[in-house]
């Protein structure tokens, strides 16, 4: 079964300092992945998403993500943390058997300190 | 060009009523998914509807059902609430032959 682990449930960072959130996966096959970013009362905004082409996928407001299919690791990264990134990022897997059923992890919190 | 939409935005219930929910997908797309997300926990799947059907279910009792209209547009029904299904209900929207789903902003339900 197919499963997603975010290592950190909160992050917090300075403005202007890089961002690392970590999320792993467990799949039988070989999924598509997703972040999503949820602001406060909002609904789910896609941030990027890998679909085996490049390993290495680039983003909305200048995140990025790397796909390391022997860590089984889709870590989301941003060189430099501005305020309006603080919110809930989601990382997420598509599960075996067509459907596009999504697979969410628990979410990581990031919060943005001037 | 309209986004997922959802109605109500919040909603109030007491235990052992019912409730509907409902969504508007994006323009041009034909499936329709929700989602159940908890306070502090990612979303979990309920189930999925194209054509009308339901293709895809979640690990979720009977009380929780859909439907989908010949517009594309979607309900989803609770009956005999539980103070447990107090939750942020999230539809997302994508054509059939592809995996990105858009979201839209949730319904959030609270019962009492």
């Known amino acids: 079964a197919q499963s997603v682990t975010q290592l950190d449930s909160h992050v917090s960072v300075s403005e202007g300092t890089p961002v690392l959130l970590r999320c792993n996966y467990s799949s039988s096959y070989s999924p598509s992945l997703f972040w999503y970013v949820q602001h406060p009362n909002k609904g789910l905004q896609l941030l990027l998403k890998y679909t085996s082409a490049a390993t290495l996928v680039k983003g909305i407001n200048g995140f990025e993500a790397e796909f390391k299919k022997s860590e089984t690791s889709f870590h989301l990264t941003k060189p430099s943390a501005h305020m309006s990134d603080a919110a809930e990022y989601l990382c997420v897997v598509t599960s075996a058997g067509g459907y596009n059923k999504l697979i969410f992890g628990a979410g990581t919190r990031l919060a943005v300190h001037p | 060009d309209a986004g997922v939409t959802q109605s109500p935005t919040h909603l109030i219930k007491t235990r052992g009523q019912q409730v509907t929910l409902r969504c508007s997908p994006k323009?041009?797309?034909?499936?329709v998914s929700w989602y159940q997300q908890a306070l502090g926990q990612g979303p979990q799947f309920i189930f999925q509807y194209y054509e009308e059907e339901e293709r895809q279910r979640g690990n979720f009792p009977d009380r929780f059902s859909g439907h989908q209209f010949p517009n594309y547009s979607s309900e989803l029904n609770v009956n005999a609430l539980l103070l447990g299904d107090s939750a942020l209900y999230l539809c997302?929207?994508?054509?059939?032959?592809?995996?990105?789903?858009?979201f839209g902003p949730g319904t959030r339900l609270l019962v009492l």
């Open positions: 997302a929207s994508s054509k059939i032959e592809e995996e990105t789903q858009y």
């Open positions: 323009s041009g797309h034909d499936t």
